[in-house]
């Protein structure tokens, strides 16, 4: 008995010596990884910490996941899981503003683009605008993230004063066209807004009006596709503008064309067999209610140079003539782009309408997203 303990003592020593000097690690469970009591001596361990988000993936979580609101999970869509760097822009109050953005066209922009593609959404305001107004329309897009930036028309451009204004909307054929108003949203989409230092961090812009309807659920994502061909520039149609609203345009066209250092005879000639049907320009404009593109494009120095001029010479059109910013930048745009550089959307890819009546709208499509 005495020779077996001894034994047993001898072998229990034995043991506890390998433990010592090689470790020991317990058998584990399959699929769960075994953790070591004592580590080998050749390895060091390393810390698990995650890398820290940068500044632009910080805002791109944010951009896409932000939220006002809890989404049911029977109602959550399937979401794009990566987006494109892009925004979409609305301007809204005075007469851009009211019930039918708030009741019909902003809802249906919710569920039928924003709920299956959650894009940014910045909304410019003039200080008539009312807080709780501010607040309503966030809530009715409780699935991306709204930005406001207050904006003011108070100002002309240098050699336009509000006597001027006055009278030349007031003359002949100018008394059926918008006012001051309209003339100072033209002149702010033509050119005014795509330096703003709050637009710098993106790469696309989606321009939509207040009584821009979406009226079924748009099947892809449109800066997808923008993205996907290299387009600096999307639409859905070309059109000529109203004759009586383009007066003096071409004129003042060919006089910028004259200035520009930057303008060589194939971009004159581009520009002019564009603009000129039977040697008359049919003022071409691509309809911009519904408008991508990139903001690149819309601070070209070509573009620029075109707006800088436009909005500082005679006959200052936009404010004498109510000339739109549909027909200015397409100019701007057709004297930069080479033909594979635009996209054009069809009605299926984007369904879309322009102020249509309220009781011919269809109501909303709340299906899942592709």
Not at 123 to 128: M, P
Not at 234 to 260: D, H, M
Not at 319 to 340: K, M, N
Request: some cysteine; overall charge positive.
């Amino acid at each position: 008995m005495l020779v077996l303990k001894r034994t047993a003592t001898l072998l229990l020593c034995a043991i506890a010596s390998v433990w010592l000097v090689w470790g020991w690690e317990s058998p584990g469970v399959e699929g769960v990884e075994r953790i070591p009591t004592r580590k080998p001596r050749e390895t060091t361990p390393k810390p698990d910490v995650k890398p820290a988000q940068t500044t632009e993936e910080k805002r791109e979580k944010s951009d896409i996941m932000e939220t006002n609101v809890t989404i049911k999970m029977h109602d959550a869509p399937q979401l794009t899981k990566e987006l494109e760097n892009g925004v979409v822009l609305i301007l809204y109050g005075g007469r851009f503003g009211g019930g039918y953005f708030t009741s019909f066209a902003l809802p249906r922009m919710a569920s039928h683009f924003f709920r299956c593609f959650p894009y940014p959404l910045h909304i410019f305001h003039e200080d008539t605008v009312k807080e709780d107004e501010l607040v309503r329309l966030r809530n009715l897009v409780p699935m991306v993230n709204v930005t406001f930036e207050l904006i003011s028309f108070s100002t002309l451009p240098k050699g336009v004063s509000e006597e001027k204004v006055q009278k030349w909307k007031s003359d002949g054929s100018q008394k059926k066209f918008q006012g001051r108003g309209y003339r100072q949203m033209c002149r702010f989409w033509a050119g005014v807004v795509w330096s703003f230092n709050s637009l710098k961090k993106y790469k696309y812009y989606l321009r939509l009006d207040t009584d821009s309807i979406i009226p079924a659920r748009v099947p892809s994502d449109p800066f997808k596709k923008m993205a996907r061909n290299e387009c600096s520039y999307g639409f859905n149609r070309l059109k000529g503008e109203n004759p009586f609203v383009t007066t003096q345009l071409w004129e003042t066209t060919k006089r910028w064309i004259a200035s520009e250092k930057l303008v060589t005879h194939r971009l004159n000639s581009r520009l002019t067999d564009f603009s000129l049907k039977k040697g008359s320009f049919w003022g071409p404009m691509y309809y911009n209610n519904f408008e991508l593109g990139t903001f690149a494009l819309k601070n070209h120095p070509i573009y620029k140079s075109f707006f800088t001029y436009i909005d500082s010479h005679e006959p200052y059109g936009i404010f004498r003539y109510r000339w739109g910013d549909a027909p200015l930048h397409t100019l701007a745009v057709t004297a930069i782009l080479e033909q594979d550089q635009y996209c054009n959307f069809t009605r299926k890819e984007f369904p879309y309408q322009h102020n249509p009546d309220k009781k011919d709208l269809k109501p909303l499509d709340n299906a899942g997203c592709h």
